[in-house]
């Protein structure tokens, strides 16, 4: 399979209602959109239906206005058996200015499922790049590490 369903971008503008206490945009909205387009380029990749296993290494590094432009990029990094590991990042404007900067980035994992909600296989997507095979090992290196920290933090509430 080629490149072609590889990637997907939303774009909108930050709602009030997407507002939290302090008058710009609320962190839960941020991780709808997160995983609403991460599902999407998921399911386009895999063209099955897809739930999310897992999101994380998420960073807010600047907050977002209400009646900003908001732009969700998601790209697959990785592909395991059923597994579809994507990359996000949020960028966001002032719509009068049209200068994107970064704003969150994260990792979120979905698995394809079946009619039953059982795991099932997803088409493999090779990286070919030198910028996409650094993701696949970053990708691939985190899934590791927090197996690994899962593992020691059974053992700690054993
Ligand atoms: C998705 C689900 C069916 C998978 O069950 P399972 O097949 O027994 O799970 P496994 O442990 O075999 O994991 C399946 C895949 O997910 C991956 N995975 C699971 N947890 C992960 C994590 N924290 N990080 C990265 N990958 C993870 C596994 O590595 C495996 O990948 P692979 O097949 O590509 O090697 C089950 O976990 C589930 O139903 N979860 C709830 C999903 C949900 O409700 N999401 C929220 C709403 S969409």
């Known amino acids: 399979m080629d490149n072609k369903n590889r990637a997907i971008t939303m774009r909108f503008l930050a ?30 990749w895999s063209e099955k239906y897809c739930v999310t296993v897992f999101m994380g290494d ?3 590094k600047a907050p977002i206005s209400i009646g900003d432009l908001v732009e969700v990029n998601a790209k697959i990094i990785h592909t395991g058996k059923t597994s579809i590991h994507i990359g996000i990042e949020v960028q ?5 200015k049209n200068k994107f900067s970064k ?37 691939i290196k985190s899934m590791n590490i927090r197996k690994e920290m899962e593992g020691q933090l059974q053992s700690c509430l054993l």
């Open 15 to 44: 709602q009030p209602t997407d507002a939290n206490f302090g008058g710009k945009v609320h962190g839960g909205s941020v991780m709808k959109w997160i995983d609403e387009a991460g599902y999407a380029c998921a399911v386009n």
């Open 58 to 60: 998420l960073k807010f």
């Open 92 to 96: 966001t404007s002032d719509p009068r």
């Open 103 to 139: 704003t969150t980035d994260c990792i979120i994992v979905f698995v394809a499922v079946d009619e039953n909600g059982k795991s099932i296989g997803v088409p493999k997507w090779e990286p070919k790049e030198k910028e996409d095979k650094c993701l696949e090992d970053y990708a």
